[in-house]
């Protein structure tokens, strides 16, 4: 049989299984509920585009949640490299930081072939973080045209400007995504190349092993602390808070378990006291790799993440 029929019958056959699902399972569900709960679920990851936080971006699309919670969420970066021989800052009261996303929560949907960017690269953490740089208008805008490909006349219609207007905004927007956002290759799966060194990561943090740890940074490596908006730039920056993060004279041990947050590797990172058997949720690390390199460590201090990321509150050694 020719490839491209075996194809065509492949394909013809997916439709077929996807329309079943839909019409038996997906259609008596939605019609239960009212058109904007049905939405909120379609609205969702892209509140968090704009807004950049998991817990507060239902508020942007729930009326029920109280508009105090509706802030318009920073980058944590913003705030100058802080120098690892002093302590680490002490939260803030309000959210400057990107969250992180679960995949689970990320729609696979089908896009335009004119889409400057995927539906999962526009989820990772480099991508929000350029996002947070424009102003709300350009934001919804380059999300409209450049990741959903609306046409310049529909994103105008729901906007109520003109379409002279929607382009003249959406040139500024991409001149200023151009200059901020870098794209590093996002890992997808975790393959052979990569297995050996996320290996190694879990070993340096489980161990202690600073040098370990260091290994795998790139040079330009960048450690955050979120809620704290303290960061640190660099892999010797990075070795000075490591030194003392994993200091036999400190109480704690770490345990790392696979998770997946933003479309990139992250892991779960649970501590507990050096002898005892329990290790409780501490962080949800969200990796950036360039190549075999670490180019970001996201640490998100943040344990009521846990439960959205289907994650155990403890466990054992």
Known sequence: MEPIVLFSIQFTLSLAAYALIGFWYVRPRLARLSTAQALVPLLWVHAFRVIGGTILAPGSVDPAVPMAFRVMIGYGDMVPAADPRTPIAPDTPEPIWLEPF????????????????????????AFLAAMQLLPPRQRVILILCDVLDWHAREVAQVLDITVAAVNGLLR???ATMHASYHEIQVARAIDRPIRAP???YVEAWESGDVD???ALLADK????????????GGRAAVRQHAEMMFSRQTPYRFRLQPARSNNQIAFAC??????EATYHAHALQVLTLDGDRIAAMDMFLLPALFPHFGLASQISR
């Open 172 to 174: 500024r927007a991409r």
């Open 221 to 232: 490596v960048v450690f955050t602390m979120p809620p704290s908006p303290t960061w640190y």
């Open 212 to 214: 370990l740890l260091v």
């Open 270 to 275: 649970y501590r507990g006291l050096a002898g």
């Open 198 to 200: 996320l290996n190694r």
């Open 102 to 125: 679960p995949d689970e929560w990320l729609p696979e949907a089908a896009l335009g072939l004119e889409a400057r960017y995927t539906m999962r690269e526009s989820i990772t953490l």
